[in-house]
């Protein structure tokens, strides 16, 4: 009874078409909205906000960045840490080359994200450019060579990270008109913004014609072709956006998270977990890599937390993060088998249930 | 001239090497479609129970392969009950992902019961140069190498006559050809893909051994799977001899990139060399070097 | 069936067009036309290459030899996106439906060529892209009244039954606003009474807006019924074409579809 669209009619198509068209769910988000804008920064701790929500936050538009790859248009990618680094250290050299940049210097370090993201669009779109030709798994293959080259680029041309050795750079200070991010809850309140404006963004792509193309592509590219729907165009835009995503959630993650980091970093094992937010939150679903990162972000906390519990303070060496990794690999195979649409399904399960709620049916 | 030589036999002795990885890739993919991640965690799994059997429980060579073969089938069996059997008609993308949730859990099991240490292994046959060729030609080659491009050279003559010959070949050949109409003339599918885990599970032993004996049993083993992928997107999925011919030609080549063309650009490029190698390839000739041309009905 | 429709030029005109896979010879010389506003089909037996017809006529297959002109401009062959912008549209043997999305989308899909806006555009859903987004849904909505689906639009496409796929995929065509119409079996797999709506529809398209159709059909009485003229196909090679009653009483049709000893 609670969750009930009866007697909300759309009396336009307009009203039809709005991003949130069900009155339940904007409360929702306006309260979930107000509850990360204006509670969680008084309530939240230094450490959560530092140590937990930050990185939730940075590896949602990670995971965001490759669902719409992977989960919309249906080109699998295993090189998503690649697309962060060239996010990463494209942040940092625009930071690092254009001392005295000209215009908008008071919000040049959002100029320095966007050029990191593009850094990463440029990149996807290189490693992207076989997706014309092979599918399935010969791409996911092709974006393993993506992974490979940019790491190793980036720690062997050390012009990259300034010639410090083995490619490790510092960050340089976040300041926005002249006020310097530098405490965990101005942090924390900076990334969200980013990240909920390029959320918006992506919901706003997904639900037109763009999205459209991405997913007819991804379900039937031959229809899509007839259709009119360039492939090589649409699978490019796709790599590109997917990658400028990644891109900023690379820089944040090293300018907002880390302060430090180097090409080794950003490695195979990261880019699998971010496959495994998007597996687990659902592919295909922009609710679903918010869901995903946490749970991925949380699950080591809580299992350690757990084996602490456990045995009493005297974790045996090595054996927690083996067991994270057989848990990790373990909820894996059970959610492509038990729940293939992941968290954002059972929150939509959840969601029918409450509209008849209290009522069996 | 010389050193030329020399680069190209050692590429090409350790590119059969990588044809073994591929080898285990190619088996289960004719099988069941899947291409299993997970081979790389098994090579290391095979190996690293192998060596852990002889140093901890002092069993002795054969009973220890033995064991780790029995090991090696069983988690084949397993794979197949608890992960494909409840994926079976799902997209081959979502069995792709299982297995790479299954590399995880095999690294986790493998490292959690026997530990992440480094355990070297000695398989009686040393790692020095072949006299003979050394004093004639001056080129060095090792007769390790020699030895596991042997070993490898065997098991795949053996594996290719299993298939063309026997009768759990041909039911295989023809579950690798259609499953469903595989089923319709009675062949035990699931019977099949577990002998073809089995298999795969062998081959993987028996690489790990060879990789083991050579680099020590360590974790870095799962990266063998990661130089197998090239061959295959050069040999394609689904052939045999295209493993064998992609697993020679990215061997060969890496090497002699890593010695000619390293240099210039600092070097370490082995790690993305083969990748960017194949998918060049791919662009010319996108059915890979032995695949058929696939035409879509529409 | 004469319904008083006015039957013009020749708009696609296929000349000696020859399609080789490898060493299998799908198609052999095949030279036919088709007419602005006619409905024309293409019948034969399996195999005889009917579908890879429709495929060249909208690039999908290029063919080895032969021409296609198509309303005066002479190619040797086609690709898909120029044949979408020349107003050719296309339902498939095997529903090609984008199975995760809704029928709304499926039908909004088949008008994205008609969108002008650019993705940052849409990302911003800026003043243009909200203009043409309800631009788009009004045409979409106007199709999904006339094919009968509107209880159904918000569904996805892959929980319908099959009649009501097939239903919607020629919406999607029909979304593209085509001037030429590629139906392959539209009809196939379906009972009586979804054949009756199906023949109703394609001959209201063909009426109300003017399309012209090529279609491939297995049921003869359908196919003697609602068609001008008939082109049959059989291994690869044309051995008949005019109206139905033409070719009914051709003694090679007969043959083809009885089988003789070759």
Known sequence: MLYREAGQFKASYREDQQIFPIRQDKIAIALILAFFYLVVPVIGDQYWLKAILVPVLIFSLAALGLNILTGYAGQLSLGTAAFMAAGAFGAFNFMLRMPDFPVFSEVKILFAFIFGGLMAALVGIVFGLPSLRIKGFYLAVATLAAQFFVVWALTKFSWFSNYSSSGVISAQDVVLFGVPIDTPESRYLFVLVIVTVLALLAKNMVRSATGRAWMAVRDMDVAAEVIGIRLLHTKLLAFAVSSFYCGVAGALYAFCYLGTVEPEGFNLDMSFRILFMIIIGGVGSVLGSFLGAAFIVLLPIFLNVFFHAVFAGAVPAGLGSNLELMIFGGLIIFFLIVEPHGLARLWQIGKEKLRLWPFPH | MQFFFEVLIGGLLSGVMYSLVALGFVLIYKASGVFNFAQGAMVFFAALTFVGLMQDYNLPFWLAMLVALGAMVMLGILTERIVLRPLVNQPPITLFMATIGLTFFIEGMAQGFWGANVRGLDLGIEDVPIEWLAERYGIFTSKFDIFSAAIAGILVAVLAIFFQRTKVGRALRAVADDHQAALAVGIPLQQIWRIVWGVAGFVALVAGMLWGARNGVQFALTFVALKALPVLILGGFESIPGAIVGGLIIGASEKLAEVYIGPFVGGGIESWFPYVLALLFLLVRPEGLFGEKHIDRV | ?262
């Open chain 3, 1 to 262: 069936m004469s319904n008083g429709r006015h039957i013009g030029d020749v708009i696609l005109d296929l000349q000696n067009i020859s399609l080789r896979f490898g060493g299998v010879k799908a198609l052999t010389d095949i030279s036919f036309n088709v007419r602005e506003h006619e409905i024309r089909a293409i019948i034969g037996p399996n195999g005889a290459g009917k579908s890879s017809m429709l495929n060249v006529i909208n690039g999908v297959y290029h063919p080895q030899e032969g021409t296609i002109v198509f309303h005066g401009r002479k190619r040797h062959d086609m690709n898909t996106h120029e044949a979408a912008l020349q107003g050719i549209g296309r339902t498939f043997q095997n529903i090609a439906l984008f199975k995760g999305m809704s029928v709304l989308d499926n039908l909004m899909t088949g008008r994205n060529l008609k969108i002008k806006s650019n993705f940052l555009q849409q990302a911003f859903y800026w003043g243009p892209t909200r203009r043409e987004e309800l631009e788009q849904r009004s045409k979409v909505e106007g199709i999904i009244d006339f094919l009968e689906i509107e209880h159904i639009r918000k569904t996805p496409v892959g929980r319908l039954p099959y009649g009501l796929q097939k239903r919607v995929e020629l919406g999607r065509a029909l979304a593209m606003e085509p001037t030429l119409l590629l139906l392959d079996e539209p009809m196939a797999g379906m009972n009586v009474e979804e054949k009756q709506d199906m023949c109703r529809f394609i001959l209201d398209v063909n009426d109300q807006f003017g399309t012209t159709i090529v279609l491939i059909e297995h049921d003869m009485g359908v196919v003697m019924d609602i068609s001008d003229r008939v082109v049959v196909l059989d291994y690869g090679k044309k051995i008949a074409d005019g109206t139905p009653d033409e070719v009914r009483g051709n003694q090679e049709v007969i043959d083809a579809y009885l089988g003789v000893a070759h």
